[in-house]
């Protein structure tokens, strides 16, 4: 049975009372900020992602933002944000980017719901996956360019390919 068939029958479902309602059911940690913010921690294969969504009535906006720490050689910065282009260049919806003052690589999206939309449970659990699974894709190339003195171009090999199955 699909998750949005337990989703309240309402007119007025708040998106963070949805996320909310996903990371209960995936068992995710999460600490609900506010009322429009929702803090939550997602396993990855490389690591745990810090993922915040809040929510701008303002903008009618449900921003998604998925973070990890790095913290790269500054050296290494001038290839690190050459890869990021690359990268971005590479992916469809959202995008990364680096707070060099808080030693996090992000990636952002944002969900406009304009008009009185509301995102269907399986939109957000899709936009949450999305998040993780650009991260998971671009984080070896990342470690490489900063870690590895890998050219950028070189490192991307990586992120294109994409493994199935498991070992």
Known sequence: MPLSEHDLLTDEIHPIDIVETLAEHHAWEFDRVGDDQIAMAVEGQWRTYSLTLAWSAPDETLR?????????PSARMPELYEV???????????????WAQQGLMVWRYGLLLSGGQIAASEQVDQMIQ??????????PAFQLVAWADRP???ALKLAITRAYGRA
Do not use: H, K, Q
């Open 130 to 139: 999305a998040a993780v699974a650009a991260c998971e894709r671009f984080y």
């Open 64 to 72: 998604l933002i998925c973070t990890f720490e790095m913290e790269p």
């Open 152 to 154: 950028p171009e070189e």
């Open 84 to 98: 990021l282009n690359l990268a971005n260049d590479m992916v469809w919806s959202g995008g990364f980017s680096y």
